[in-house]
């Protein structure tokens, strides 16, 4: 199907465009009051997610409401743990919850043998259901978490400022470390493929605890299973964005991804100088949505006249924060569009 808007698409393989693509990391969420109404009907979030009619609607909102340049597919990034046979819970106003964790060789061949795409019907589905309504108005994203980031949680079994026991593994116990980080990036790159199957136009890989990592530890631990990939997923489009991890932008403009997503803390000017033939996408802090109208415009055109209008993509520097006023992000998304 052929898109009417491919500004996005066009801008990640780094083709001339005429204005620059935006969407929001989180779009899909708790900011729209008609999200929540959703996710009340839905009674819980693991629900909402694991229900592709209700996955489908929640998608699509921010294309109808919001007029952002793409749609995410609306789910989570734990499926891959739940799907290997490491089911969680969401613990309200705590967060993903693993009551068994991965500890030891033991644990990890009692890991599910079947192949984890086929526990994840119900995101295709959804990818079904969304890629049909769209009907080529606008691409749709997938995406999965980042090996190293779905091993913290599998080896922790919750969010963690540290991930003290996820990094105890890797320093006592490389061996098992490597072992879990290879088969989360097998069943990864399986899920991804799957997804652009069912109509993903471009994946995202999230590593959202990158940055507990020191660069050492990165470049042995991280960088070499999203390289991989990088290298295995030919069609589609892949963005890489590991939040706090500055030390690796140069490093990661090296693998094969089309696109790097920078998070607020790394400099514009030193990233393009980092990462010269790549697309780039971020980086606006979710905080700046607090401001006044005009603050959020000011700042909004400064970061646009620090990228440049090509081989960029407009997005915030992470997730947008759940307490925003969604005219905030209105403005955001509209003075994108008319800069």
Same mark, same amino acid.
């Given at each position: 199907?052929?898109?009417?808007?491919?500004?996005?698409?066009?801008?990640?393989?780094?083709?001339?465009?005429?204005?620059?693509?935006?969407?929001?990391?989180?779009?899909?969420?708790?900011?729209?009051?008609?999200?929540?109404?959703?996710?009340?009907?839905?009674?819980?979030?693991?629900?909402?997610?694991?229900?592709?009619?209700?996955?489908?609607?929640?998608?699509?909102?921010?294309?109808?409401?919001?007029?952002?340049?793409?749609?995410?597919?609306?789910?989570?990034?734990?499926?891959?743990?739940?799907?290997?046979? &490491?089911?969680?819970?969401?613990?309200? +106003?705590?967060?993903? @919850?693993?009551?068994?964790? *991965?500890?030891?060789?033991? %644990? /990890?061949?009692?890991?599910?043998?079947?192949?984890?795409?086929?526990?994840?019907?119900?995101?295709?589905?959804?990818?079904?259901?969304?890629?049909?309504?769209?009907?080529?108005?606008?691409?749709?994203?997938?995406?999965?978490?980042?090996?190293?980031?779905?091993?913290?949680?599998?080896?922790?079994?919750?969010?963690?400022?540290?991930?003290?026991?996820?990094?105890?593994?890797?320093?006592?116990?490389?061996?098992?470390?490597?072992? &879990?980080?290879?088969?989360?990036?097998? +069943?990864?790159?399986? @899920?991804?493929?799957?997804? *652009?199957?069912?109509?993903? %136009? /471009?994946?995202?890989?999230?590593?959202?605890?990158?940055?507990?990592?020191?660069?050492?530890?990165?470049?042995?631990?991280?960088?070499?299973?999203?390289?991989?990939?990088?290298?295995?997923?030919?069609?589609?489009?892949?963005?890489?964005?590991?939040?706090?991890?500055?030390?690796?932008?140069?490093?990661?403009?090296?693998?094969?991804?089309?696109?790097?997503?920078?998070?607020?803390?790394?400099?514009?000017?030193?990233?393009?100088? &980092?990462?010269?033939?790549?697309?780039?996408?971020?980086?606006?802090?979710?905080?700046?949505?607090?401001?006044?109208?005009?603050?959020?415009?000011?700042?909004?055109?400064?970061?646009?006249?620090?990228?440049?209008?090509?081989?960029?993509?407009?997005?915030?520097?992470?997730?947008?924060?759940?307490?925003?006023?969604?005219?905030?992000?209105?403005?955001?998304?509209?003075?994108?569009?008319?800069?």
């Amino acid at each position: 199907m052929k898109l009417q808007n491919d500004l996005l698409i066009r801008a990640a393989n780094g083709e001339q465009v005429e204005r620059i693509p935006v969407w929001m990391m989180r779009q899909a969420g708790r900011i729209l009051p008609e999200y929540r109404a959703v996710r009340a009907k839905a009674g819980s979030f693991i629900t909402l997610a694991t229900t592709p009619e209700m996955a489908a609607e929640v998608t699509i909102q921010p294309v109808d409401i919001l007029g952002v340049d793409a749609a995410i597919i609306f789910s989570d990034i734990l499926v891959i743990p739940e799907a290997m046979g &490491l089911p969680y819970e969401m613990v309200e +106003a705590k967060g993903p @919850y693993f009551p068994n964790t *991965i500890s030891n060789f033991e %644990d /990890l061949n009692k890991l599910s043998q079947s192949n984890p795409v086929d526990n994840l019907a119900y995101v295709f589905d959804a990818l079904d259901i969304v890629k049909k309504e769209l009907n080529g108005r606008v691409p749709l994203l997938g995406f999965a978490g980042a090996p190293f980031t779905i091993f913290c949680y599998m080896v922790e079994g919750q969010g963690s400022k540290t991930f003290s026991k996820a990094k105890k593994m890797m320093y006592s116990e490389p061996e098992l470390a490597h072992e &879990l980080l290879q088969k989360i990036t097998n +069943a990864t790159i399986g @899920y991804l493929k799957t997804q *652009i199957i069912h109509g993903a %136009d /471009l994946v995202q890989i999230f590593d959202s605890w990158a940055g507990v990592l020191s660069p050492e530890q990165y470049n042995a631990f991280s960088l070499p299973y999203i390289a991989q990939i990088c290298d295995t997923i030919t069609e589609a489009p892949v963005t890489v964005f590991a939040k706090g991890a500055f030390f690796a932008r140069e490093d990661i403009g090296k693998t094969s991804c089309q696109v790097v997503g920078l998070d607020w803390n790394m400099d514009i000017k030193e990233s393009r100088a &980092l990462i010269p033939n790549k697309t780039l996408q971020g980086n606006l802090d979710p905080c700046v949505l607090y401001a006044p109208m005009k603050e959020v415009e000011k700042q909004t055109k400064s970061m646009l006249t620090a990228f440049g209008k090509q081989k960029y993509i407009a997005n915030l520097g992470h997730g947008v924060y759940p307490d925003t006023d969604p005219e905030k992000v209105k403005c955001f998304i509209e003075t994108v569009k008319a800069f």
